[in-house]
Each structure stands twice: as C-alpha cells, then as structure tokens.
C-alpha cells in the first residue's frame, strides 16, 4: 500500500502529520529534556545530555579489573604510580589514571638458528629456544622499547659466545649440558644489565650439528666416543665386582693378624708372669724348685719319645704301658701277651733300656 493513497490521511513514512507539523520523534525528544531538568530549549538541552554522558564515562572509567594471570600498571599522568594485582581496584578516572596490563604468568619464548665457528675452528649450527617471563612489569613497560626483541638478539649473543669458547668434541659430548646452563647464565646477566625486568626459566639446545658436508665423519667420532664409553662402563663393573672382594680379604688377613697379634702378646705377658712366680719360688725354695723344674722339663721331653735310660747298675725289668706293640718287638724286649706290655731290658753294661711301643687292647 503507497503511504500517499488517496483516503489514508496525509502522513509521510517518518510518520509526520503535514496537516498539525509534529511527529513521535519530537514528542520523545521534548520528553527527554523535560526530563533532564528545564535547562530552556535547543543548546541548553544539549549541553546536559553531554554532561551525563562525561558523568557515565567517568564512572565506568573509575575502576578496573585485572584477572588471576595479569598485573596491573597504573599510570597518572603518563608517569607510574603503583601497581596493581589480581582483582578489582577503585582507580581515578581517565585520564587522570590509565592502566597497562601485562601478561606477568605466562610464558613467553624465543627461537632461532644460528651457524658459528668454535674455538677449534670447527663450523657448528645450533637450534635453541629461550623461555622467559615478565618479573617486574614496571621495568618490562619502561626500561625497553621492545623488551622481547631484545632477549631473542640477547640470546643469540650468549649462544654464539658460550658455543664459540668451547671445542667441537666437547659441544657434542655429554658436557653440552653445560653449556646450556652457562648461556642462561649469561642470557639473564646480560637482561639484568638492561633492566628489562625478565626472568630467563630455561635454554634449551634442540639440534646442535655438524655441515653436512663432514656430518659421516663427525658420525664415526660419536660411535667412538660410545665405544670408549661403553668399555669405560665394563670396566667400571669388573671393579666393582672386584674391589669389594679384594677389601674383604684385605679386612680378613688384617682381622687375622691382630688375632695373632693379640695371641702372641697374651702368651708373651703369661710367660712373663709364669716366669715372675718361678722366680719368687727360686728364691724361697732353690733346690726343691730346681728338681721341680727338670722333672717337669723331661717329662714335656720323654712324652713321645720311645726309648727310656735307665742308670742303676743292675738288670731290671721295667713295665712301659706303650699298648700293643704294631710291630715285633725288636732285640731285647718281651711282650707279655697277658698284660699288652712292653717289657724293656735294662743292660747292666750300659745302663739302658730300649723299648719298642705296643698296642693296648
């Protein structure tokens, strides 16, 4: 239907009445600044709808809000003032006080692929990575211009420094451990110096190569390098196996000799004693202790000693209780079969008797 059809009235499509010159449009917009205060009409209206729209503005702009991975920097003026963490704080409004966010937990990181001379002049390429994160944002916002340019340019100098002071065998063995460590030494050092408030968590080394145009000489170096590795571990086992052996004996033979040692020095002190108490009884008793002392002496002697001396004069038969006689019983000597005894002859020429031992039933 055309909004000029013959019949309908005379409105327009802004729904204006040509006949009374008003529309709904006027009649919300005379609402609105009787609302607002009856300030008068055009300007005035005006100047109090912007009035309440800076009032809305600096309420909203009187707070802020930073979450749990983020730290606030609060500015007055352009020039720091305090910091701020996690939470909702009451601020001045803009632009009296603004606030810069900064990412403080998260962590950041860095790449790059260098190629460089070592100290054996040995051309080495290195793949590394750095990760890092803000530890003092103010310093991150204010000491740098471009704070992670400058750790990415500052790591490829520790790299090419750590790299160019050390030997090809040595940034390939074991010991490139390292390396790592003292490039992050020296990374946070050298970010310390610039008061860029990073902390540098980890360097890591990912390929570290020969060109490839030595890369099978280099291989056969590692597989080497293995081999002498692999004999240093067996041999580190046989010692292992051995030595605690060869100590137990060493402890054994030296257990020994002290038990020795103790025995000789204890018998030694006894006879010492013995001898002191014989001694004392010499004294008292020379004769009795002398006989005492020759008696004792042959008897020790003539215990396992076969043949008895016998000095009388005359012939005597004397019964040796040897047992029975193994053999036959040599010249000058019975055996009684009733007794088992050895029956010795003594010689009244001689004076001795000779025995043979025999066995008791």
Do not use: C
């Not at 204006?16 to 449009?25: A, F, I, M, T, W």
């Not at 002498?228 to 292992?240: G, V």
């Not at 054994?252 to 018998?267: D, H, M, Q, T, V």
């Amino acid at each position: 239907m055309a909004w000029n059809e013959p019949g309908k009235g005379s409105n327009d499509p802004w729904g204006k009445n040509r006949q009374s010159g008003k529309s709904p449009l006027d009649d919300l917009l005379r609402k609105l600044r009787t609302r607002m205060g009856k300030t008068g009409q055009g300007a005035g209206g005006i100047l109090t709808a912007v009035l309440v729209l800076l009032v809305v503005g600096l309420l909203f702009s009187s707070y802020t809000i930073i979450n749990a991975r983020q730290v606030g920097v609060v500015l007055r003026f352009g020039q720091y003032s305090r910091t701020l963490g996690p939470g909702f704080h009451l601020k001045l409004p803009q632009p009296i006080e603004s606030v810069r966010k900064v990412e403080a937990t998260r962590v950041r990181s860095v790449n790059d692929t260098v190629s460089m001379l070592t100290r054996d002049e040995n051309i080495i390429t290195v793949d590394f990575t750095v990760q890092y994160q803000v530890d003092d944002s103010r310093k991150y916002l204010f000491s740098l211009n471009d704070p992670d340019g400058t750790i990415q340019a500052a790591a490829e100098a520790a790299v090419r420094g750590v790299i160019g002071g050390s030997n090809m065998d040595q940034i390939l063995s074991a010991a490139g451990a390292n390396l790592v460590n003292e490039a992050q030494q020296v990374l946070q050092k050298t970010m310390d110096g610039y008061d860029a408030g990073l902390r540098v968590t980890e360097v890591s080394f990912q390929n570290v190569s020969p060109p490839k145009e030595v890369k099978d000489a280099f291989d056969d170096v590692n597989k080497a390098r293995e081999d002498k590795q692999s004999i240093e571990n067996a041999a580190l086992a046989y010692a292992n196996k051995v030595v605690p052996v060869a100590r137990g004996d060493a402890a054994r033979i030296a257990a020994e000799a002290a038990g020795y040692k103790a025995e000789r020095i204890a018998r030694a002190q006894g006879d010492t004693a013995r001898f002191a108490l014989l001694l004392k009884q010499y004294k008292a008793a020379p004769e009795v202790t002398r006989k005492r002392l020759w008696l004792e002496t042959m008897e020790q002697v003539m215990a396992d000693n076969s043949k008895v001396i016998d000095g009388s004069g005359g012939r005597n038969i004397i019964n040796l209780p040897f047992g029975r006689a193994e053999q036959s019983p040599a010249n000058g000597t019975d055996t009684d079969t009733d007794t088992g005894t050895v029956n010795a002859v003594v010689s009244p020429a001689s004076g001795s008797t000779t025995g043979n031992k025999g066995a008791q039933p």
